[in-house]
Structures are given as structure tokens and as C-alpha cells.
């Protein structure tokens, strides 16, 4: 059998279809659920403040937040407390 001969089987693909439907659901339930209130709290706040700043402070800040976030992200992975 070769490599791309699965393909050629309906039940094959019907299945891999739906593993892979299915890992992706998975993935995006939980930052989905997580996200809404966020967005739904912080967007308008978030949409004031920058329409009242100019444009490169906003972006400046929104990286510079966006650095932060990443390093508390990821610090604890590299850096040990003990």
C-alpha cells in the first residue's frame, strides 16, 4: 500500500476530517471562553483610550504591553525561584 492510497477511502478521509475538526475545537473552546468577558470589558475601554492618544503612542504602549505580557508568559518556564 502506498502512501497516498488511504486517501482513496471515503471512510478514511470522513475520519480524519472529523479527528482534526475535532483538535481544532479544542484548542480554540478554551481561549474562546476565556477571551469573551476580556473583550467584551476591555474593548470599549480599550477603543476610548486609543482614539484620545495619537496613533504611535498607542501602538508603542500596545507593544510594549504586549512584550511584558509575553516575558510574564514565558519567565516562568526560564527563570527559577528557588
Do not use: C, E, N
Amino acid at each position: 500500500m502506498r502512501k497516498g492510497d488511504l486517501l482513496g477511502f471515503l471512510d478514511f478521509r470522513r475520519a480524519m476530517t472529523a479527528q482534526f475538526s475535532s483538535q481544532v475545537a479544542d484548542v480554540i473552546t478554551p481561549l474562546t471562553i476565556a477571551q469573551v468577558p476580556l473583550f467584551v470589558v476591555a474593548g470599549p475601554l480599550a477603543g476610548y483610550i486609543a482614539d484620545s492618544k495619537s496613533r504611535r503612542a498607542t501602538l508603542v504602549v500596545g507593544h510594549l504591553l504586549r512584550a511584558l505580557v509575553t516575558f510574564a508568559a514565558a519567565a516562568p518556564r526560564y527563570v527559577s525561584w528557588h
